[in-house]
């Protein structure tokens, strides 16, 4: 499998779906776009994921290149057909991308919380087998407002309504992190509208991480089973 990563900055990147990835023979193309690397052909790659960052969707004055990353997007999945994750700012690029909507978030999440599955949730075959609720890692102050067309919702909070939806069969969006690893916020403190706020939950995050890494493993033996659907 060939999959191509969309990454916002160096120390946002898939974490322990590396593992995964590597365990099962794939190939990861990791396309750094804040330094400018260009998205190539994407007729060769089987799966897309594309990672969190500093970014908002509506910086395109700022960041230039994430509206030809919203056009890539929007081909992959509705042209092309293909599997997609989105984490963070990847799955408000996907509700962006795709005619929903994204504006700053009335509560700002950060740090170690919970979610819960919607009905919708609770019957998907990704996202049924995880815990109710589920605890996450959050670090985000936007949030998806309004879906895009064909859109379902998979998991909610009290404080922000869309934290998992899905768009077809094979698109996923978390605004959670799942890919987290022990190295993960140490990493983050090297980003300045980051740092600030890591001394309030690194020791939440590293009792977690057994639990967190064990959750990420089950999403991703489900995913790979919607991957594999031609």
């Known amino acids: 499998m060939n999959v191509i990563v969309l990454q916002h900055v160096a120390v946002e990147h898939p974490g322990v779906f590396t593992d995964f990835f590597r365990e099962d023979g794939a190939r990861l193309h990791a396309i750094e776009l804040d330094e400018g690397e260009a998205i190539p052909d994407l007729e060769p790659f089987d799966l897309m994921v594309v990672m969190g960052g500093p970014q908002d969707t509506w910086q395109e004055d700022e960041y230039p290149w994430m509206r030809t990353e919203k056009q890539a997007i929007r081909k992959w999945v509705r042209e092309m057909q293909r599997p997609y994750l989105g984490i963070c700012l990847g799955h408000q690029l996907l509700a962006d991308a795709l005619g929903g909507r994204v504006g700053p978030a009335k509560i700002p999440e950060v740090g170690v919380m919970t979610v819960s599955k919607t009905t919708a949730g609770e019957q998907?075959?990704?996202?049924?087998?995880?815990?109710?609720?589920?605890?996450?890692?959050?670090?985000?102050?936007?949030?998806v407002t309004e879906l895009p067309p064909e859109a379902t919702i998979l998991a909610a909070?009290?404080?922000?309504?869309?934290?998992?939806?899905?768009?077809?069969?094979?698109?996923?969006?978390?605004?959670?992190?799942?890919?987290?690893?022990?190295?993960?916020?140490?990493?983050?403190?090297?980003?300045?509208?980051?740092?600030?706020?890591?001394?309030?939950?690194?020791?939440?995050?590293?009792?977690?991480?057994?639990?967190?890494?064990?959750?990420?493993?089950?999403?991703?033996?489900?995913?790979?089973?919607?991957?594999?659907?031609?």
């Open 157 to 230: 909070s009290d404080a922000c309504q869309v934290q998992a939806f899905r768009v077809g069969d094979r698109a996923y969006g978390l605004q959670f992190h799942v890919e987290i690893t022990a190295q993960t916020v140490p990493a983050w403190g090297a980003i300045p509208d980051y740092a600030c706020a890591l001394p309030g939950f690194k020791a939440a995050v590293s009792e977690g991480l057994p639990e967190f890494n064990k959750n990420a493993r089950t999403l991703y033996d489900n995913l790979k089973a919607v991957w594999a659907k031609p």
């Open 124 to 143: 998907d075959r990704v996202v049924r087998p995880l815990p109710d609720p589920l605890k996450v890692l959050q670090w985000h102050s936007a949030e």
